[in-house]
């Protein structure tokens, strides 16, 4: 018999507990189906006033800009636009390579227009 051979039996247990770790079995893994329950939020009427107050007046805000763009002249924004171009010039925006510049006017958000239909008089 060659020392790698097990012949005993009480050699085959040595044997295979040193190859089989046996012992506490391994932790179940977490099911990714598995469908929690959303965990339940408690609101309160004063947290929905302070929501809805600022509802209203992210609606007055976007009526107001609305507003400003409508009534703003035409020769403001042709100014507007040159002063971009100039801008974009000035910094050689659209040669480099190395950097990354943008001009550009802030978009604001405005509210969509409502019609209003009224009877013809």
Same mark, same amino acid.
């Given at each position: 018999?060659?020392?790698? @051979?097990?012949? #005993?039996?009480?050699? /085959? ?10 012992? &506490?079995?391994? %932790? =179940?893994? =977490? ?7 959303? !965990?339940?939020? &408690?609101? *309160? !009427?004063? &947290? ?11 609606? =007055? =805000?976007?009526? %107001?800009?609305?507003? $400003? ?6 020769? /403001? #924004? ?6 971009? @171009? @100039? ?6 925006? +659209? ?8 001009? $550009? ?5 405005? *509210?969509?227009?409502?019609?209003? +239909?009224?009877?013809?008089?």
């Amino acid at each position: 018999m060659q020392g790698n @051979e097990v012949s #005993t039996p009480q050699n /085959l247990d040595n044997y295979l507990s040193n190859k089989i770790n046996i012992g &506490s079995p391994p %932790d =179940k893994p =977490k099911n990714p189906w598995k469908i929690c329950e959303a !965990p339940i939020a &408690s609101s *309160s !009427p004063k &947290s929905k006033a302070i929501e809805f107050n600022q509802i209203l007046a992210d609606q =007055k =805000k976007q009526k %107001d800009d609305f507003s $400003r763009i409508m009534t703003k002249p035409l020769a /403001l #924004t042709q100014l507007e636009d040159k002063a971009i @171009e @100039e801008l974009e010039r000035f910094y050689n925006v +659209h040669e480099i390579d190395d950097e990354w510049i943008t001009v $550009r006017r802030i978009e604001l958000q405005v *509210s969509s227009p409502q019609w209003i +239909h009224t009877a013809p008089k």
